[in-house]
């Protein structure tokens, strides 16, 4: 279980500590001496977006202003500093400026790794960018992102960098169906979307998991637009494994930049995860665009759950399972399991009896699950 939480919370880490060392060890002193002031800047910027954000510290937050500034100011920023600027502007909330800074980067370096998932620039900027419009209402902006990172991904030749661009072209299109739906009122489109998803090739071996997901939500999409959410609801199909849609979560939060970044990895202080929380809740209360307030409402409330920080848990779980969600019953089995760890027996049992009147496709995975309490109970 370990692994998974460290999968939702470790987006953007840089290991600063060995990076540092290693460019130490350098024979250049002219290259160390780079190396060390942009190391400083950031371990300073880290300490400084913690102070503000857990201090409401307004003159912490105008220095990380100027910091993260500075970053870029330098001979060779480096692919990070970008990223850790345009985060910092996002933050501060200053949408244009973090997406100036983020086509500069990919302007510059479009081929190279982004320093935290195993994507290039040109790709994950542009989620980055997508992300950052959407939430702050640029929907055409965002909707034109979208559409050239499929033009890229659909490619018939090898995209550098990309081994799974059928996942990734999902995404775009799960995301394109959410802006035509509910931004521009175009069901037609949404459905033509979601219709692709379909098209797209499943792969052998374990990535198959997450094609299987991605389809499936698909399809719900698909019933929900069409038929409505009653019959989406009634035709969801159920999947044996719970913790897929977790891991799901975590990964699409981190590669729209919607989890923690590196600047939590070069501070002392051990509230690492708080611009963690201060992303996610704001996508939470953004209802302007589902896909990421469900994510993130699932990928907390699991986090939380593991924890046992079980009030927080059950309010985001709780919310989500009220909604009509893709993600909706498997919030409710997980707010059923908090129900369960903390002794409430009944009310874990009602919770999963109103899983499976509400989504018949989860009967087996309700069944197993209680069973295996009452296996529990009488050993």
């Known amino acids: 279980m370990r692994t998974y939480i460290k999968l939702f919370f470790a987006g953007l880490v840089i290991l600063a500590g060995s990076r540092f060392v290693a460019a130490t060890n350098q024979s250049d002193p002219n290259n160390r001496e780079k190396r060390l002031q942009k190391y400083k800047i950031k371990k300073a910027l880290g300490e400084k977006v ?8 307004d003159a912490a937050g105008a220095e990380c202003d100027r ?32 997406i100036s ?7 510059k370096h479009p081929d190279e790794k982004a320093p935290f998932i195993t994507y290039p620039v040109r790709i994950v900027g542009r989620f980055w960018i997508a992300t950052i419009a959407k939430q702050s209402g640029d929907i055409a902006k965002a909707k034109n992102v979208y559409e050239s990172l499929l033009s890229i991904l659909s490619n018939t030749e090898n995209v550098k960098g990309v081994r799974d661009k059928g996942g990734l072209m999902m995404i775009c299109n799960l995301y394109s ?14 459905l033509a979307r979601l219709e692709a998803v379909q098209q797209i090739r ?47 979560a975590g990964t699409q939060l981190n590669l729209c930049g919607m989890t923690a970044t590196p600047l939590d990895y070069h501070s002392s202080d051990k509230r690492i995860n708080i611009v963690s929380d201060v992303l996610l809740n704001r996508i939470i209360n953004n209802r302007t665009n589902p896909i990421d307030r469900h994510l993130a409402m699932l990928g907390y409330g699991f986090d939380q759950k593991y924890k046992k920080n079980f009030a927080n848990a059950e309010k ?53 699950l209680k069973e295996s309490w009452n296996k529990s109970k009488n050993n």
Not at 177 to 190: F, G, M, Q, T, V
């Open 50 to 57: 913690i102070s503000w954000l857990s201090d409401a510290n």
């Open 67 to 98: 910091l993260a500034d500075s970053l870029l100011r330098l001979e060779e920023p480096g692919v990070s500093s970008y990223f850790i600027a345009a985060q910092i502007a996002n933050l501060r909330e200053r949408p244009k400026k973090a």
């Open 101 to 107: 800074i983020l086509e500069e980067l990919i302007n």
């Open 177 to 190: 169906a959410e802006i035509e739906s509910l931004h521009l009122k175009r069901n037609d489109l949404a």
């Open 202 to 248: 499943k792969p052998s071996g374990r990535m198959g998991a997450g094609y299987d997901i991605y389809k499936s939500w698909a399809r719900y999409q698909h019933t929900k637009l069409s038929k409505g959410k009653t019959q989406a609801a009634q035709q969801m199909e159920g999947h044996p494994e719970m913790i897929s849609a977790y891991v799901l």
């Open 316 to 368: 985001h779980l709780s919310a989500l399972f009220q909604e009509d969600s893709y993600f909706s019953p498997v919030a409710g089995i997980y707010l059923a399991r908090c129900k369960k760890a903390q002794g409430k027996t009944a009310e874990a049992d009602s919770i999963l009896e109103q899983v499976r009147a509400k989504y018949p496709g989860y009967d087996s995975a309700v069944t197993e």
